[in-house]
């Protein structure tokens, strides 16, 4: 299983970012999904989640009410929809997919990882 995270850049504070993340070797809609991010110096941080049929999701304190994870299983992508951007959102930011039906916020719980894709915004 392969994931391929784009969409990220820079941005200034109170804008928006759409990040995209392909996966590819294996039935998509087996697959849980989740978006984590790591700033420098700190520890992975969970964002959001959503279960494989999209009926489940979950956020982080810290983004709900501006992020909105979704997907689409005939295109094998999921999104993350990032609105009202703040400099604390600044990190690298993870796709990472668990084989199973079912999504959780703890990164360990995941099988397989994106490279991770640089979001920057600026004050």
């Known amino acids: 299983v392969q994931l391929q995270a784009s969409g990220g850049g820079l941005v200034q504070a109170g804008g928006s970012l759409r990040l995209s993340c392909g996966i590819s070797g294996r039935t998509f809609r087996s697959y849980g999904m989740g978006w984590f991010r790591q700033a420098p110096g700190k520890e992975r941080e969970f964002v959001a989640s959503?279960?494989?049929?999209?009926?489940?999701?979950y956020y982080g304190d810290s983004v709900k009410g501006r992020f909105t994870i979704s997907r689409d299983n005939a295109k094998n992508t999921v999104y993350l929809q990032m609105n009202n951007l703040k400099p604390e959102d600044t990190a690298v930011y993870y796709c990472?997919?668990?084989?199973?039906?079912?999504?959780?916020?703890?990164?360990?719980?995941?099988?397989?990882w994106g490279q991770g894709t640089l979001v920057t915004v600026s004050s």
């Open positions: 959503i279960s494989f049929g999209g009926s489940t999701t």
């Open positions: 990472a997919a668990r084989a199973s039906v079912i999504t959780t916020m703890n990164p360990s719980d995941y099988d397989y």
